[in-house]
């Protein structure tokens, strides 16, 4: 189970959003514990033609920041305009934003969640929901987790966990939908997967010497001597000696011994190493989309419509 240190609320109302702070801060979390980032909607700001110069820039940024910052929020939290990224941020993220300077058109709302310490998987969520036009604060508990949720909560909040809240929001946004006689524009939003690779440890493997005893034999040749006797007459010759008993002839008789004597010898070698390889994993989820339904009635024509259903 993942343990959360970092509260975050998705608002479709900014309003909302503004009151969640007010009472964050009444609950005693600081202005450095609390981000707040949404859309900047106020692209046109006095002074952005002025963008060539240092001077130019931080009065088209300061003018941004006091009017959509300090008009959306009124809070006295820092906040500060990123055109690259189309966002007006506030307290820590808007520090973590600001902290490339001017890098910061490379850093996203991912990255700022990140370093929050919310995985990447919900912080693309979360990003998806701002770039949709919601309004995200998010809160750095410091063990008070349960407390900042439910506050946020409590004035509509939802996050990646109860993120059915969002539909049900948009539902009855769509009940109270506006009459207009010159038309409009629906948007129609699905939900796409993002997979994500991480090493982990599959297993291990040791390699180590061990020392067996078998039993071997070979065939070594050995000579030996041994004693021949050949008897031949002699032919009744006479001899001067006399006869002596009890003479004898000694004779030494050798063999050869076989002594076993044992050498280590090298027999082979092995390499021991990794390498990587390539393979393919698939995966699945179950994602949403919207699909657009087009009722009507009484006597209406309706050209290149899609889904249509009518009411009679």
Do not use: C
């Not at 952005?48 to 240092?54: E, L, P, R, V, Y």
């Not at 948009?170 to 006689?181: L, N, P």
């Amino acid at each position: 189970m993942v343990n959360r240190t970092t509260a975050v609320g998705v608002f479709h109302d900014r309003a909302k959003a503004q009151q969640a702070v007010s009472e964050l801060r009444r609950m005693g979390f600081r202005d450095d514990q609390i981000g707040v980032v949404t859309q900047n909607h106020d692209q046109h700001v006095a002074g952005a033609k002025d963008a060539g110069t240092k001077a130019g820039e931080g009065a088209a940024i300061g003018a941004a920041a006091g009017a959509a910052g300090g008009a959306l929020w009124a809070l006295g939290i820092a906040a500060g305009v990123f055109p690259p990224l189309g966002l007006v941020a506030g307290g820590t993220l808007m520090a973590i934003l600001a902290s490339a300077g001017a890098g910061a058109a490379a850093v996203s709302i991912v990255g700022a969640l990140i370093g929050l310490g919310i995985p990447e998987e919900e912080a693309r969520y979360y990003e998806g929901e701002v770039k949709a036009g919601r309004t995200l604060v998010t809160v750095k508990a410091d063990g008070r987790y349960d407390e900042a949720v439910a506050a946020l909560r409590r004035f509509g909040a939802y996050d990646v966990t109860n993120r059915e809240a969002a539909s049900t929001a948009t539902t009855s946004a769509a009940g109270a939908a506006k009459v207009s006689a010159a038309g409009g524009t629906v948007q129609l939003k699905e939900e796409q997967l993002h997979a994500t690779k991480q090493p982990v440890q599959a297993g291990e493997v040791k390699v180590r010497k061990e020392v067996v005893t078998e039993h071997k034999a070979i065939d070594v040749p050995v000579e030996r001597e041994e004693v021949v006797i050949e008897r031949r007459p002699a032919g009744g010759k006479a001899t001067s000696s006399d006869l002596r008993p009890g003479e004898e002839v000694r004779i030494p008789v050798k063999e050869e011994k076989v002594r076993v004597e044992k050498e280590a010898v090298v027999t082979e070698e092995v390499s021991v190493g990794k390498r990587k390889v390539q393979d393919t994993e698939h995966v699945a989820g179950t994602v949403r989309k919207e699909e657009l339904k087009v009722e009507t009635e009484g006597d209406v024509n309706v050209r290149g419509d899609t889904g249509r259903t009518g009411k009679r």
